[in-house]
């Protein structure tokens, strides 16, 4: 399997840690990406093979041994999740549903986040404030109500995590390393508690993010 990738993106981050929990990761092979900062507002030079495997030109896109070529987060993990047989980060069962409500929540935080990121790349006279507060209420809201639901995302530490406690660390994890972007934790003391424990699994440690080489 091929994945195009960089340090930066919370999305890619999210297939990395599933790779990483189900033990599939070694048959992963990296294919790093490098995106000019205009990024955020013009079409930028691709690095090569990434449009011609998916015109959406975004990143995660992986493409698998069979050379089936699969754009977009949920649907990679959703691949990887099928190539396990052992527990996988989604429930087989109909609590996949909460699961996923959970997911949804924080996978749109995530868009807020990096629609951020975008906007902040445009020219500082050009740059929308009402749209950067937009994404902050949303941001808000989204940690608001997970801080409401923060008794699901605990499980033991041995157990394989699921795809909503894994997007539910990406999103605090990014919101800690903008720092354009508030700190999550005063009034959210459940989920600051869950996270502070959550964020030193290896899967989480290994995956840190950094910011991704422009050329
Ligand atoms: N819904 C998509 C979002 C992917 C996405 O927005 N990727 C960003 C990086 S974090 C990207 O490739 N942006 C480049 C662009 O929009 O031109 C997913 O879950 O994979």
Excluded: H
Aim: charged share 25%; glycine share 6%.
């Amino acid at each position: 399997m091929q994945l195009f990738w960089t340090p930066a993106s919370p999305f890619t981050r999210k297939v990395v840690i599933v790779a990483r929990e189900l033990g599939l990761w070694d048959q992963i092979e990296v294919r790093p990406t490098t995106w000019p900062l205009e990024w955020g507002y013009a079409t930028v030079p691709f690095t090569p093979g990434l449009a011609e495997a998916n015109p959406v030109a975004r990143i995660p896109t992986l493409i698998t041994d069979d050379g089936v070529e699969l754009g977009g987060s949920l649907l990679i993990c959703q691949y990887l999740n099928d190539q396990t047989d052992g527990a996988g980060v989604v429930p087989d069962d109909n609590s996949r549903w909460p699961m996923f409500s959970l997911y949804a929540v924080a996978d749109g935080l995530l868009e807020a986040q990096v629609a951020m990121r975008a906007e902040m790349l445009r020219p500082a006279d050009i740059r929308s404030e009402g749209y950067l507060q937009k994404q902050r209420d949303r941001i808000d809201r989204c940690f608001d109500w997970i801080e409401g639901r923060a008794a699901e995302l605990s499980t033991a530490d041995s157990t394989t995590p699921n795809l909503a406690q894994i997007t539910v660390g990406i999103a605090c994890g990014y919101q800690d390393w903008r720092e354009w972007l508030s700190d999550f934790r005063p009034a959210r003391p459940d989920l600051s508690r869950w996270y502070g424990n959550f964020s030193q699994r290896p899967s989480m440690r290994e995956t840190e993010p950094q910011d991704t080489p422009e050329r």
